[in-house]
Each structure stands twice: as structure tokens, then as C-alpha cells.
């Protein structure tokens, strides 16, 4: 009877995790109002709107800059709690770790070998 308790606490969670996103929804679409015209069917972008040809060559390179960034930026945040907890840790948590941080190596090279932190 116990365990039947623990599940019917995921079951309220998962039902009400399913209504609180779509309320709002379904009110939304009951309540606003429905007057179409030829701007709200416009797709919108921010700015002004151009002129002439907006054809823009945009270098992947600096996408790329970015995204390794970005991945080791999140990445160092997994390494907080693993360093802050270094003294109590067992030897598979460690070695965790230094398997993370291999990766992480393995990855900043393999960046560094195809020019990927190369600034052009």
C-alpha cells in the first residue's frame, strides 16, 4: 500500500504537469480576439524593413567560435561541484571526472585541429 502512495504522487504530478502548460493555451485561443488582417499574417522579423537585396554572406566560422565557447562555458559549471566535493570522493566518482575532463581535453583538440578557434 505504501508504494501505491509514492506512485500516486507522480500521477497528480504528471497530470498537473500536463495542465498547467495547456490552460493557458486553451484560454488564450477562447479569449483573444480574432480580427486578421494583411500585417498580423505578415511574418515579422525586428528592424526595419529593407531595401534592396538582403542577401547577407554570414561567416560560419564565427558560429563556430561561439559554439565551442558556449560548450566549454557549460561545461566548466559541471566541474564546480565535482571540485568542490574532491576530499569525500570515492574512486569511481573520480575517476568520472578525470573521464570528463579527458573528453573535454579530446574535444578542445580535436577543435584545435580543424581551425575551429582560428579568429579570421
Aim: with cysteine; hydrophobic share 60%.
Amino acid at each position: 500500500m505504501n508504494v501505491l502512495n509514492e506512485w500516486a504522487f507522480i500521477g497528480v504530478f504528471l497530470a498537473i504537469s500536463w495542465i498547467f502548460p495547456t490552460l493557458p493555451v486553451a484560454l488564450a485561443m477562447l479569449v483573444a480576439p480574432k480580427k486578421a488582417n494583411s500585417i498580423k499574417i505578415e511574418t515579422y522579423e525586428c528592424g526595419v524593413e529593407t531595401v534592396g537585396d538582403t542577401w547577407v554572406q554570414f561567416k560560419v566560422q564565427y558560429y563556430i567560435y561561439g559554439l565551442v565557447f558556449l560548450v566549454f562555458d557549460v561545461e566548466l559549471i559541471f566541474l564546480f561541484p565535482w571540485a568542490l566535493a574532491y576530499n569525500q570522493l570515492d574512486f569511481f566518482a573520480f575517476g568520472a571526472g578525470l573521464l570528463f575532463i579527458f573528453l573535454l581535453i579530446d574535444a578542445l583538440i580535436y577543435a584545435w585541429k580543424k581551425d575551429a578557434l582560428e579568429w579570421i
